[in-house]
């Protein structure tokens, strides 16, 4: 295995597909005595250095989770700036990546999220759906068992009305938000807490785990660099042996 020089990534060995859990805004912002708002105004401006950094490194899939499911049990005024934040960061999203080949798409359940949202999540998917370079997308209304449970139930109607014969892997993947991304190679999480919380539990399946203790707005390029260094340490067996 080629490691590069030392203390540097091996451009030869991106992962492709990125996946990070975005924690740890509210704790930043508490220590600081400010309100949770603000730590998540501060998240904004990371996610921007972030899809940036991943961009110029040549990662091909990057996916974010900016909202999930179980997020709407928080306060009323938090959740209502977390919707206008990415309410802004969608209307902004194309002169922010001006001159840079990023497609955009969301995933979670659409429906559920205020009209506004949705009619931007409609248009910036539209307007970058021919662009091909970096695929981001931002997981909002999303949860793993939710899609899982869509997935299920438009695996079931199919094969009700003779579309689908049989019922495997593939016909299951086939039904998830994440229809033709392929999964992530490297799945990030920020604030040292060590779990998924209902993130891309089907896909995640043989991700290589990254966690770190540094709170989501103080994630730099420099500690992305460290978690693709650390995955390029790792030895991926997908059930296998090797020598
Ligand atoms: C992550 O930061 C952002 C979202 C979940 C939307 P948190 O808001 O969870 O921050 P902590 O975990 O309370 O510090
Ligand atoms: C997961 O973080 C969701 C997002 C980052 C959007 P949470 O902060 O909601 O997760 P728990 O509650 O600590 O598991
Ligand atoms: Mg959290």
Redesign the pocket.
């Known amino acids: 295995m080629f490691f590069g020089k030392k203390g540097e990534i091996d451009t030869n060995n991106i992962p492709e597909h990125i996946a990070i859990?975005?924690?740890?805004n509210?704790r930043w912002a508490k220590k600081r005595g400010l309100s949770r708002s603000m730590g998540h105004r501060e998240g904004s401006r990371t996610l921007k250095k972030i899809v940036e950094a991943c961009y110029q490194l040549g990662v091909k899939y990057l996916t974010?989770?900016?909202?999930?499911t179980?997020?709407w049990s928080?306060p009323k005024e938090e959740v209502n700036e977390l919707m206008k934040l990415l309410l802004d960061y969608l209307r902004n999203a194309e002169r922010e990546l001006a001159g840079k080949k990023v497609r955009i798409k969301v995933i979670g359940e659409k429906k559920k999220l205020p009209a506004e949202i949705i009619k931007e999540i409609e248009r910036v998917e539209k307007n970058t759906e021919n662009i091909e370079g970096l695929d981001f997308i931002i997981?909002l209304n999303?949860g793993g068992r939710q899609e899982i449970v869509e997935a299920v139930s438009k695996l079931v109607d199919d094969f009700g009305a003779g579309v689908l014969t049989e019922i495997n892997e593939d016909t299951i993947s086939e039904r998830l938000y994440t229809k033709n991304i392929p999964d992530p190679d490297l799945l990030i999480?920020t604030?040292g807490?060590m779990?998924i919380?209902?993130?891309l539990i089907w896909q995640l399946s043989y991700s290589e785990f990254y966690f770190c203790d540094v709170l989501?707005p103080d994630f730099s390029e420099t500690h992305l660099k460290d978690a693709i260094k650390s995955y390029q340490g790792r030895q991926r067996r997908f059930g296998g042996v090797k020598c």
């Open positions: 859990i975005m924690d740890g509210g974010v989770y900016a909202f999930s179980e997020n928080r997981a999303y999480r604030s807490e779990r919380s209902n993130f989501w």
